[in-house]
């Protein structure tokens, strides 16, 4: 069990809850997402030999992502996922913070009304840190 908070899944309800992340090396992935973005190892095992599952959760989040090898169906090209959002309360803080731990981060910037900072994982795939001034 983990930190991270849990949710009741209310009638009709759908919650996104995992997304799988394609690397080409999972322990330089576990690490770069665990010491530097802060995220938590939910899991790491290997269940049949070829096979690892990593999930990790993000502070706060209900979803989590998963760094996989050898399971059936979830092969994608490292690299190859776009945009995933983390969002935050004060991006500069956020931003600050992701800048300590060495993560090669973009300027804030203001899209009319919503500010975004872009990084990549250390295989390419690219995150964006989002904050709304009005969600609380």
């Known amino acids: 069990m983990t930190d991270n908070p849990v949710p009741t899944v209310p009638p009709n309800a759908m919650l996104l809850e995992l997304v799988l992340v394609p ?4 322990d330089r992935a576990k690490a770069f997402y665990a010491d530097q973005l802060g995220f938590t190892v939910d899991v790491d095992v290997e269940p049949s030999e070829g096979v690892r ?3 990790l959760t993000p502070p706060g989040s209900y979803c989590s992502i998963t760094l996989s090898a050898g399971l059936p169906g979830t092969q994608m090209p490292p690299g190859s996922l776009r945009g995933l959002h983390l969002v935050v309360s004060d ?3 956020a931003r600050a913070k992701l800048a300590e731990r060495g993560v090669d981060i973009g300027p804030v910037e203001d899209v009319g009304g919503v500010f975004y900072a872009g990084f ?3 295989d390419g795939n690219t995150w964006t ?4 001034p009005w969600r609380r």
Request: no cysteine.
């Open 23 to 26: 690397v080409s090396d999972i």
């Open 53 to 55: 599952i990593v999930q």
């Open 91 to 93: 991006i500069a803080a």
């Open 120 to 122: 990549a994982d250390p």
């Open 129 to 132: 840190l989002q904050h709304m």
